[in-house]
């Protein structure tokens, strides 16, 4: 990703542009590695739990329900001195929604694993859509959809959705 993120300087925003405009690469600098390999990975994973390393570690995975997050999760909630943070909205019934809520303990991949790190959250990072931008979403398609799939989300949240379009006549399929 961060290869990828390096090939398309062209679209990034204009705070990234400045930087590079005053030769401050915001993804170069000496502390900043990528890992290529499950092996790299893995090793790292390792290091960082053995010792007392400092380290900020970006893993990527909806949800801390797959990938290279759950071998973080696993070698670091057990250390007080860690941190995770949270980048905004984590799902009912997962991982990382467990985690997010203050579980002292949690289950990953069969194991009991302590949570004693901290745990913090950012909120405003989510790709999610918030309901009032959902709404505004959908009373703003012209011609009006004939029908609305609700698919995605908790249960209460569906429930409301449900009931703001069914005032409005507006066919709802859940």
Not at 161 to 168: I, P, V
Request: glycine residues 6%.
């Amino acid at each position: 990703v961060t290869n990828t993120y390096r090939q398309f300087k062209k679209l990034w925003g204009s705070e990234a542009k400045e930087r590079l405009d005053h030769h401050r690469h915001p993804l170069a600098f000496d502390q900043c590695i990528t890992l290529e390999s499950h092996a790299d990975h893995l090793q790292l994973v390792n290091r960082l739990a053995s010792t007392s390393e400092a380290a900020i570690v970006v893993a990527a995975s909806g949800m801390c329900e797959g990938g290279r997050v759950v071998n973080y999760l696993e070698a670091l909630l057990p250390n007080e001195r860690n941190e995770v943070l949270f980048a905004g909205y984590q799902a009912e019934g997962t991982l990382g929604r467990e985690i997010q809520e203050g579980a002292s303990e949690v289950d990953i991949e069969g194991k009991k694993i302590k949570v004693k790190a901290q745990i913090h959250t950012m909120s405003g990072y989510s790709a999610h859509a918030d309901q009032s931008d959902l709404i505004r979403f959908v009373e703003g398609i012209n011609p009006p959809p004939k029908e609305v799939h609700l698919i995605h989300g908790e249960r209460m949240a569906k429930a409301e959705l449900y009931q703001h379009f069914a005032r409005k006549k507006t066919n709802i399929v859940l």
